[in-house]
T-cell receptor, first 113, second 115 residues
Framework: EAQVTQNPRYLITVTGKKLTVTCSQN?????MSWYRQDPGLGLRQIYY???????DKGDVPEGYKVSRKEKRNFPLILESPSPNQTSLYFC????????????FGEGSRLTVL | AQSVTQPDIHITVSEGASLELRCNYS??????LFWYVQSPGQGLQLLLK??????LVQGIKGFEAEFKRSQSSFNLRKPSVHWSDAAEYFC?????????????FGTGTRLTIIP
């Protein structure tokens, strides 16, 4: 089954404790992206990757890092999480040539205390 | 800069009734427009998209949307809703540049279905 898999789905952590949210897709998509969803703000792009070893900032990259060492994986790293990073995070991938037709993971709800 | 406005935060309709969710956009050129649905606890799923051509587009699950350039709108409609349509709906526009493929999303409309 074609899917984007995120882990963990739920996480409660404390300020400053490094964490990684993993994202993996099995569709061989070159493009992947991370969004965060906050009430009243919709979805905002954090980072994106056009291909392996190619990443760039989205609209709200502060406090986040990403890496793309393999096509299928695109982890989101919070080096020193803060309470304002409490949010619902979505990873998405895009098939080549299909403008805007993003495939989303089920989301990772992160709470930073 | 491109933007999307969904003026209704929450809509409640009766099962079997018709539905229209509003979306207005701001975009510098001919827009690419999308509607996504997010069921509880799930990721977003593409319902339909408009690129060009016929201004009435059909999507999955019996949804349709109409592009009206003069009103900068792309409203989503369904003739008869089912309880399973209860979800949050997002309108999106983009991408602003094809190097990023970023979509700009509205703030969403939560749909509640009552029996």
């Amino acid at each position: 089954e074609a899917q984007v898999t995120q882990n963990p789905r739920y996480l409660i952590t404390v300020t400053g404790k490094k964490l990684t949210v993993t994202c993996s897709q099995n569709m061989n998509h070159e493009y992947m992206s991370w969004y965060r969803q906050d009430p009243g703000l919709g979805l905002r792009q954090i980072y994106y990757s056009m291909n392996v070893e190619v990443t760039d900032k989205g609209d709200v990259p502060e406090g986040y890092k990403v890496s793309r060492k393999e096509k299928r994986n695109f982890p989101l790293i919070l080096e020193s999480p803060s309470p304002n990073q409490t949010s619902l995070y979505f990873c998405a991938s895009l098939p080549g040539g299909r403008v805007g037709e993003l495939f989303f993971g089920e989301g990772s709800r992160l709470t930073v205390l | 800069a491109q933007s999307v406005t969904q003026p209704d935060i929450h809509i409640t309709v009766s099962e079997g009734a018709s539905l229209e969710l509003r979306c207005n956009y701001s975009y510098g050129a001919t827009p690419y427009l999308f509607w996504y649905v997010q069921s509880p606890g799930q990721g977003l799923q593409l319902l339909l998209k408009y690129f060009s051509g016929d201004t009435l587009v059909q999507g999955i699950k019996g949804f349709e949307a109409e592009f009206k350039r003069s009103q900068s709108s792309f409203n989503l409609r369904k003739p008869s809703v089912h309880w399973s349509d209860a979800a949050e709906y997002f309108c999106a526009v983009g991408p602003s540049n094809f190097g990023n493929e970023k979509l700009t999303f509205g703030t969403g409309t939560r749909l509640t279905i009552i029996p």
